[in-house]
């Protein structure tokens, strides 16, 4: 329902597909993931490298809608939302987003993302995370949320109580 209303009003909402590419904590074998990671708790260093390969990569896209004229949100679910936050602190400063969404998803703590000129003109951010989660833990998108609000954001975070 919601893609349909967004459509109606001329807005493009992307939500791609990660390529193959080696991954780490599958002991490199190839995977459809968005960006490396050393290990999967949100304290570990993030992989920039492959995050900005994988923006990179969603760059003519963006570029095309912004040409059109059409407004864009960005989103996605676990990692594609990871890759949603991490993509609008990159291009936030030089494309108009209209929002972007983020479903059981988490930034690396003190995400060097937000210290990119993108990260001070992030649209609005909706954020939701199930409270039974036991995979993408609750806390580590309350904690990614309380970060990109402290970097000026305007994010509407909620847990949804009883959803894994």
Known sequence: HLLRVL??????????SARLRPYKLFGNAPASVWYD??????TAP???????????????????????GIPVIVGGFSMGGG???HLACRV??????AGVFALSSYMCA????????????????YMRHGDADDFILPEWGQATAKELTEAG????FELLPGVP
Not at 37 to 42: E, S
Not at 54 to 68: C, K, M, Q, Y
Not at 153 to 156: G, L, R, S
Request: hydrophobic share 45%.
């Open 7 to 16: 459509a109606a009003e001329d807005v493009a909402v992307l939500t791609p």
């Open 110 to 125: 003190a995400s060097p993302a937000l210290q990119l000129e993108g990260a001070r003109h992030l649209p609005p951010i």
């Open 37 to 42: 990671r050393p290990a999967y708790v949100p």
């Open 92 to 97: 936030a400063a030089t494309h108009q987003l």
């Open 83 to 85: 890759m949603a936050l």
């Open 153 to 156: 954001a305007t994010v509407n």
């Open 46 to 68: 993030e992989d920039t490298a492959s995050i900005d390969e994988s923006a990179a990569n969603l760059a003519p896209t963006l570029d095309e809608a912004r040409r059109a």
